[in-house]
T-cell receptor, first 117, second 118 residues
Framework: GAGVSQSPSNKVTEKGKDVELRCDPISGHTALYWYRQSLGQGLEFLIYFQGNSAPDKSGLPSDRFSAERTGGSVSTLTIQRTQQEDSAVYLC???????????????FGPGTRLTVL | AQKVTQAQTEISVVEKEDVTLDCVYETRDTTYYLFWYKQPPSGELVFLIRRNSFDEQNEISGRYSWNFQKSTSSFNFTITASQVVDSAVYFCALSEAHLSGGYQKVTFGIGTKLQVIP
């Protein structure tokens, strides 16, 4: 597949459990983004990766949230001790990054719907 | 700081009616990009259009048209002769033109849910 893929598509967990959400970006895309879409809310930026480093993690809502990226490709978003307010759709996007005035579109995956009971 | 406002949270129209989705933005940058994305029930965001702040020319693509007016900081989206397949959530978004920390941060509105009734 040529697009961004995410797994699982749906995840139901109990409050207090840890969850891992996976994102496979488009091959060759060096930039990777995580967003959260809560009911009735827009897309909330969580974290950005350039390669394996995260220059901007300002959107992570608490220290229960962490993310990593390995090999400049796959990324995992981990939520520890999940709470009911973590229930949302978690979207991943990837893009090329270039300098100057070039703009590179973010291509989105289908998202992971997380439900915390 | 960037802000995107989509005042219409939900709109319902009857098939074949025209519908306009409003988007108002705020930015201190003089150079920026504006976008519209479509999110069908499947959940995946589909890119529709990108405009840069120097290009105020309106654009038409089939039944879709966009009206960009810098004077009112608006970037409205019109669907002509709506169809049931147009039912989705539509997001307006804004991005700085310069790279900040190596990327162009995109700010999204909360979305407008459009329901087209057969």
């Amino acid at each position: 597949g040529a697009g961004v893929s995410q797994s699982p598509s749906n995840k139901v967990t109990e409050k207090g459990k840890d969850v891992e959400l996976r994102c496979d970006p488009i091959s060759g895309h060096t930039a990777l983004y995580w967003y959260r879409q809560s009911l009735g809310q827009g897309l909330e930026f969580l974290i950005y990766f350039q390669g394996n480093s995260a220059p901007d993690k300002s959107g992570l809502p608490s220290d229960r949230f962490s993310a990593e990226r390995t090999g400049g490709s796959v990324s995992t978003l981990t939520i520890q001790r999940t709470q009911q307010e973590d229930s949302a759709v978690y979207l991943c996007a990837s893009s090329l990054v270039a300098g100057g005035s070039t703009y590179n579109e973010q291509f989105f995956g289908p998202g992971t719907r997380l439900t915390v009971l | 700081a960037q802000k995107v406002t989509q005042a219409q949270t939900e709109i319902s129209v009857v098939e074949k009616e025209d519908v306009t989705l409003d988007c108002v933005y705020e930015t201190r940058d003089t150079t920026y990009y504006l976008f519209w994305y479509k999110q069908p029930p499947s959940g995946e965001l589909v890119f529709l259009i990108r405009r840069n702040s120097f290009d105020e020319q309106n654009e038409i693509s089939g039944r879709y048209s966009w009206n960009f007016q810098k004077s009112t900081s608006s970037f409205n989206f019109t669907i002509t002769a709506s169809q049931v397949v147009d039912s989705a959530v539509y997001f307006c978004a804004l991005s700085e033109a310069h790279l900040s920390g190596g990327y162009q941060k995109v700010t999204f509105g909360i979305g407008t849910k459009l329901q087209v009734i057969p």
